[in-house]
């Protein structure tokens, strides 16, 4: 039997079904906003202007929506390929080793964009490291990538609290990090760009690897839709029999998309190390792998969608920050609920609106499609 | 009381842009068995779908049995006395017959009084019909033919009084369809009557009153069955004359190019599905290998394009050996010279979510002539897709529409292209015509016959007995994973019909 949902035109499957399911986690926030006694209409106000009010607010969304970019199309990649990868925290996370050791190296002797190349190797060259063993597990031994990525994540954390209590904290510090890096570690701030629209970036974090993020989308683009490995890469995540038929190997793709993904995970951590704090810090991916997921669900896995549905994120971050400061009956647990509530209606429930807009769109199409066979 | 069992009038039903029924005015008649036929796509599915209360329809009325009734679910045609038998069946494969049967019918959640109950109908029902089956026997170890029947028997079971059955014959051995017709046969005598919806003309013409006719979602036609002929029919169907003999010269074989020895393939299971097959393949001949569904024929089509791996046995194309009981590249294999039309089009020989284009090089996406390095080349992937829309007919004629959205023969005609127009010098092809249309089945067989023309040594797998016979120079039929037999053209259908029930199986005894 044929699907009984007609495809919707491109503007309504990746313009409206979204925005339709982002206006009811809000409408349901604002319950949650009410039911805590405040004024949703007063959050809403809140949040907005606290992410984009002022050039400093839009740096600092903007700086988190790099990112989310990253784990984005860290989890989109996977994606295309039939692969959950639950694991871009943990390959964020073990990038930073990557990010650390390019700085701690050279920020003293040499200028930031010769370190900045080297840190984005050694960032993607460690989180794809990390994403080999799963990847590998599964194409070999069928371990489920689910599990096995969930398991690294833990694993990461494990032994990163290892590395930054004994091995790369300065001696005698009692902090979780690394020693702070001098000029060459730090990535220099886009204040240029925001000034081009007469933004003063203020102490907001937004940094060159923003730019950088963007590059990556664009290769992300590239690579699943115009590369003989995409073809590959697509073919087994919609049909693994098909892909078999024309003779994919699924182990090898399996591998590769994984460290794709877990590279692309792994330069997430530029942003925050190299960005905004110039050292490496316990814990600092802060759950932006899991972020990604819902980045790469509401952008339909597709670059295109994944900056916006990033920068989406980065006002609830920034937004949400703004909300717990300026109301303090909202506290900060709130605005996890608000995230998580878009998540579920973005991600988990994306499809739930889809059979009545399928509906009102038949039923207006129909008057059109009429002329429109006759023609055919 | 109206003596029509079912009136449709004015039922529409658009799918977004596809316009899938278009006005439809249907009568059957009380006790009557009707036919339904048209091509794929042409929107019996979606009419029975609506009429069973799978979607609604946007406009028109339902009449059964002389009051309009609104049809909102399934639950709600059961009420009104309307059953189906679907074409890929609803049973639950571990529960017992029984235990189907009652499924979604149980009086109340405790179960004991009811399945007592539900055995004592059975029985009757069994009886009053001739319909017998074990109620304790599991579904999964029943053949198809039965498993039919046990859908056939939940309908009776819900009361129905129209039965609608979908492609029923699909999965049977022609002696088992003859049975389905005897028992649809005693059912119109005691009174129920039957939808029947099919694509397969003679089945219409042997047990059908009436036959409505669908083209491009409308209802064209309503024929007295004995007033009509196979012909006529056809040309309603397709909206032009159709040739429905394929028309071939005699086979003009040259050397050996497929060669198959000893070949024993299992299942995931375990499970012997090919038990040690040998067969020579030889240039310019077509060999169809008959037998009904699950017989091994996917299993042997499979190995031998290097999809799954054999036990033991071996196979050699084109002079080269293939190591099937190892891990072969089907990628290697189709630059050997093999060209492969899988049978199960949607999952295998396709990705339904790609353009048409993109699905005009799969399998051959490692060729140089669609890559600038590890690019893909779009403008030379586009242009030889149009060229083959061209040469083959597709339509709608546009290489980005989604694979999906192309009707069941131009689908087809998308994988035979692919596979065809590379020359390759063996082609093995399962079930070329499955789910496709009679216009494009004349066009698919007239190719077969042109391929082979050219040289080409062909595979062909069908369970299409007709087909087989009509397209093949030699006959092999397999039964339990053996070739029990090989016959010429001139093989009668009741002689190929009883070695695929593995009656004349000469190691029958062995299994």
């Known amino acids: 039997m044929s699907n009984p949902y007609a495809k919707l035109p491109n503007w309504a499957e990746y313009g409206l079904i979204p925005l339709v399911n982002l206006v009811v986690a809000f409408l349901v926030a604002g319950l949650v906003v009410l039911l805590v006694g405040e004024n949703p209409l007063n959050a809403a106000y809140h949040m907005v202007n606290g992410a984009f009010g002022r050039g400093e607010y839009i740096g600092f969304t903007l700086y988190y929506a790099t990112t989310f970019i990253f784990t984005g199309l860290s989890v989109a990649v996977a994606f295309h390929a039939g692969l959950f990868n639950i694991g871009s925290e943990g390959q964020a996370y073990i990038g930073g080793i990557g990010v650390a050791l390019a700085c701690l190296w050279l920020d003293r002797t040499m200028p930031w964009f010769v370190v900045f190349p080297l840190a984005i190797i050694g960032s993607a060259a460690f989180g794809a490291m990390w994403a080999f063993l799963p990847g590998w597990l599964q194409a070999k031994r069928g371990s489920h990538i689910v599990i096995t990525t ?14 930054l209590t004994r091995v790369m904290k300065p001696l005698g510090s009692m902090a979780t990090q690394t020693r702070t890096f001098e000029a060459g570690g730090q990535l220099p701030k886009l204040d240029w760009l925001l000034s081009i629209f007469g933004l003063n970036i203020g102490n907001a974090p937004f940094n060159v690897s923003f730019l950088l993020a963007l590059l990556a989308a664009f290769g992300v683009w590239v690579l699943i839709w115009r590369t003989r490995f995409g073809y590959e890469l697509r073919t087994m995540g919609h049909s693994p029999s098909a892909a078999r038929y024309a003779g994919i190997s699924e182990t090898r793709i399996t591998i590769i998309v994984m460290m794709i993904s877990g590279g692309l995970a792994g330069m997430m951590a530029l942003n925050p190390i190299m960005g905004e704090q110039f050292r490496m810090q316990l814990d600092f991916v802060q759950g932006a792998g899991f972020v990604g997921i819902a980045v790469a669900l509401m952008g339909r896995s597709h670059p295109a969608g994944i900056i916006p549905a990033a920068i989406l994120f980065g006002m609830l971050y920034q937004g949400g920050a703004e909300i717990a400061f300026e109301m303090p009956a909202i506290s900060r647990d709130m605005i996890v609920i608000i995230q998580g509530l878009v998540i579920l209606f973005a991600g988990a429930l994306e499809n739930m609106f889809r059979p009545a807009i399928s509906r009102a769109f038949a039923s207006f199409g129909q008057r059109s499609a009429a002329v429109q066979t006759k023609g055919a | 009381m109206s003596d029509l069992a079912i009136e449709l009038r004015g039922i529409d039903k658009s799918f977004g842009l596809v316009h899938a029924n278009k006005d439809i005015n249907l009568q059957v008649r009380k006790g009557t068995i009707h036919g339904i036929i048209g091509e794929n796509g042409a929107g019996k599915s979606t009419l029975m779908s609506i009429l069973y209360g799978f979607y609604q329809a946007d406009r028109g009325e339902i009449v059964v049995d002389g009051k309009a009734v609104v049809i909102k679910d399934p639950n709600a045609a059961i009420a009104s006395g309307i059953g189906m038998v ?49 109620p304790d026997a599991l579904i999964e170890e029943l053949p198809v033919g039965l498993q039919q029947r046990v859908e056939i028997l939940k309908a009776l079971y819900r009361k129905a009084d129209i039965l609608i059955l979908d492609e029923p014959t699909g999965v049977l051995t022609p002696a088992e369809a003859d049975h389905l017709f005897r028992i649809l046969g005693q059912l119109k005598d005691q009174g129920k009557t039957i939808i029947l919806i099919t694509h397969k003309l003679r089945e219409i013409m042997a047990i059908t009153d009436e036959v409505s006719v669908m083209r491009r979602g409308e209802m064209v036609a309503t024929r007295t069955t004995k007033e009509t002929s196979v012909e006529e029919l056809a040309e309603l169907m397709v909206g032009r004359r159709v040739l429905l003999r394929v028309e071939k010269g005699e086979a003009n074989p040259g050397a050996v190019k497929l060669s198959v020895k000893n070949l024993t393939v299992r299942d995931g299971r375990g499970v012997t599905m090919v038990d040690n097959v040998s067969f020579d393949l030889k240039a310019g001949e077509i060999v169809g290998i008959a037998g009904v569904a699950g017989n091994g024929q996917s299993e042997l089509l499979e190995a031998i394009s290097g999809i799954r791996r054999a036990v033991s046995g071996s196979v050699v194309l084109n002079g080269s050996t293939v190591d099937v009981t190892g891990h072969v590249d089907p990628g290697a294999l189709r630059s050997q010279g093999l060209g492969h039309v899988p049978e199960d089009r949607h999952h295998v020989g396709l990705v339904l979510k790609f353009d048409e284009s ?3 090089i799969l399998g051959y996406q490692r060729d140089k002539r669609y890559l600038n390095g590890p690019f893909l080349n779009m403008e030379a992937i586009r242009a030889e897709a149009e060229e083959k829309i061209q040469k083959y007919d597709i339509r709608p004629p546009n290489a980005k529409l989604k694979t999906a959205n192309f009707s069941g023969g131009n689908q087809q005609k998308i994988v035979l292209a692919r596979e065809m127009e590379r020359g390759p010098d063996v ?49 092999l039929v397999m039964f339990a994973g053996r070739v029990v037999g090989e016959r010429g053209t001139d093989a009668t259908e009741g002689e190929l019909g009883l070695l695929m029930a593995g009656v004349e199986g000469p190691k029958e005894a062995a299994e």
């Open chain 2, 358 to 360: 993109e699905n005009a």
């Open chain 1, 150 to 163: 969930i398991m690294f994540n833990f694993i990461a954390s494990s032994l990163m609290v290892y590395l």
């Open chain 2, 427 to 475: 082609l093995i092809i399962g079930q070329p015509t499955r789910g496709v249309d009679v216009g494009a089945i004349e066009f698919i067989h007239k190719r077969i016959i042109e391929m082979r023309d050219r040289g080409m040594a062909v595979l062909l797998v069908s369970v299409e007995l007709d087909e087989i016979r009509a397209l093949s120079d030699r006959i």
């Open chain 2, 86 to 134: 679907h074409q890929h069946f609803m049973l639950v494969e571990n529960f017992t017959v029984l235990e189907n049967i009652m499924l979604g019918a149980e009086d109340s959640q405790v179960l004991n009084t009811s399945i007592s109950k539900a055995r004592v109908e059975l029985k009757r029902l069994e009886k009053e019909y001739a319909l017998e089956v074990d």
